[in-house]
């Protein structure tokens, strides 16, 4: 059973940090690309931030420079560091696992909540 379980998500000031963890279960963790996406109220769900399996990795314009991924293949965990946060950056996020092969299914988490508000 595969499992991705989120957590660190909250409520936060602007300009504060959060760090979201993916603990991740039931499969070859070191051959999924991992990625984090998010979706805010109203929008469509969009990616964050991804990291190969080789530790190559890619984010979003809006967030470059102020979250990074980053992943540990012998815990099967994967993190998000956000600092400088803005209430944009508001929305339920969600860790994601793609496989190698387009006929292999990914998987995500069940999300957690991240709120940037004065």
């Known amino acids: 059973q595969v499992q991705l379980v989120e957590s660190g998500g909250g409520l936060v000031q602007p300009g504060g940090s959060l760090r979201l963890s993916c603990a991740a279960s039931g499969i070859i963790f070191s051959i999924y690309v991992m990625g984090w996406y998010r979706q805010a109220p109203g929008k469509q769900r969009e990616l964050v931030a991804d990291v190969t399996t080789i530790g190559r990795t890619n984010y979003a314009d809006s967030v470059k420079g102020r979250f990074t991924i980053s992943r540990d293949n012998a815990k099967n965990m994967v993190y998000l560091q956000m600092d400088s946060l803005k209430p944009e950056d508001t929305a339920v996020y969600y860790c994601?696992?793609?496989?190698?092969?387009?006929?292999?299914?990914?998987?995500w988490g069940q999300g957690t909540q991240v709120t940037v508000s004065s």
């Open positions: 994601n696992a793609k496989p190698p092969k387009a006929t292999m299914p990914d998987y």
